[in-house]
C-alpha cells in the first residue's frame, strides 16, 4: 500500500475574530488570535467549554466567516468549504443506507471518478485504518469506534492538507478511546497532514500533541502555547512519567484560571509559579 504525503498545510492566523449570533444575540466567541502552525504539525487546542474551540475549528474548515483579522492555509485565504481540509466530529455522520465502502467514497463520487477508482482509494484508506476486512458492513453492523474509523476514513480518502478534529473520541468508553488515540498517532506517523484536534482533556492532549494550545474563557484567546517534545512513538507508559504529570498540573491552573489573576506559568526549573502573564486577560 502507497503513503500519502503531505507537504502542505501550514496555518496562519492573525488577529482573528469570530462573531457569532445576530443582534443583540451576538458574541464575540473568539478574539484576536495569532497563531502559526507548520505543515505536518499535530496540534491540540484545549480549553474549557465555550471558549471558541469549536468555533476556530469550524472558521478553518471554512464554515465560518472572521469578523475581523486573516485565516490562511499554504498562503491562500480560508473562503469556504473543502475537502483539502476534513472534519471529523465528535458523532459519526456516517450514511446508514451505504455500505463501509461506499461511505468513504462518497466524496470521490462528488468529485467524478468513477467506481472502480474510488473503491480502490477506499479500500487502502479502509487498510490504514485497520477496516480491510469490513468494506461490505452497513455502519449500524460496527461498534462506536470502528464507526469513528470509518469517518476518519472518509475524510483522508480526499488526501487532506488539514484533518480537523472535533473532540472526536469524546462519546467512547476509555479503553476505546486510549484505542483510537493510538490508532491515530499511527496514522498520522505515515501520512503526516497537518492535524488541529480540539479536546477539553488534557491527558489526551498532551498524549497526541507535538504542540499544545491553551484557551482562555469566551472570547477564545491563546493564553498559553506549549512544545511538546516527548519522544515518539508514544506509548501509554507516558501518561505515568513525571514530565507527563508536572505538564498536567500546569494545564489544569491554566483551565482553573480566573478573571483578573494573573496566568501560572512554568519557571526554567519546570515549577508552576505565577509571574507576569505574557497575554493579558
Known sequence: MSVMQAPEGRIDIRQLSIVLGQGAQAFEAVQGLDCQIEAGQFVCILGPSGCGKSTLLGALAGHLQPRTGTLNVDGAAVSGPSPQRGMVFQQHTLFPWRTVRD???????????????????????????????????????LSGGMQQRVEIARVLVNRPRLLLMDEPFGALD????????????DIWTRIRTTVVFVTHDIDEALFLADRLLVMSPRPGRIIEDLRLDFARPRTTELMTSPEFSRLKRHCLELLRHEEGRQLPRLNPLGLPETSLPRFAL
Open 103 to 141: 461511505n468513504v467514497a462518497f466524496g470521490l463520487k462528488m468529485r467524478g471518478l468513477g467506481k472502480a477508482e474510488r473503491h480502490r482509494a477506499a479500500d487502502e484508506i479502509l487498510a490504514l485504518v485497520g477496516l480491510e476486512g469490513f468494506a461490505g458492513n452497513w455502519p449500524d453492523q
Open 174 to 185: 476509555a479503553l476505546t478511546r486510549l484505542n483510537m488515540q493510538e490508532l491515530l498517532l
